[in-house]
């Protein structure tokens, strides 16, 4: 089965690519698509710096796959998710989709440096 999610986030691609671009959150990320408690192993399939990020899980007999597409939109980035997965629940899985979503919108939080 395959779900989709799409939002244009108030972020540059490079700050996005920097969040995404990261082995924990996408096997967190994988851990929710597939109703994991536990993050779960991956393996990177696509990587195009800023643009494309792809990984599927990386258990045997078992199949899921999320892929992260960057572009340009007016005052920040529009992100599409898709997702193949074997979830019965289809709204499962655009939960998991919209929370990964949430997950990139939100605002960093960085130390205070003084100047």
């Known amino acids: ?3 989709k999610a799409k939002r244009t986030l108030v972020k540059s691609a490079p700050e996005l690519w920097e969040l995404a671009d990261d082995l924990i959150r996408m096997e967190a990320w994988m851990a929710g698509l597939v ?3 536990q993050p779960v192993p991956i393996q ?3 990587r195009d710096p800023e643009r494309v990020l792809a990984w599927r ?3 045997r007999g078992a199949y899921a796959r ?3 597409e960057l572009a340009a939109s007016g005052f920040g980035t529009s992100v599409l ?3 193949q997965h074997s979830r019965p629940d289809p709204g499962e899985a655009i939960a998991a989709l919209e929370g990964l979503l949430d997950e990139l919108g ?3 939080r960085r130390p205070f440096a003084p100047a």
């Open 66 to 68: 999320i892929a992260i």
């Open 106 to 108: 939100s605002p960093e």
């Open 57 to 59: 899980l990386a258990e």
């Open 1 to 3: 089965m395959e779900s």
């Open 81 to 83: 998710i898709t997702a």
């Open 35 to 37: 109703g994991s408690t």
């Open 44 to 46: 990177v399939t696509d």
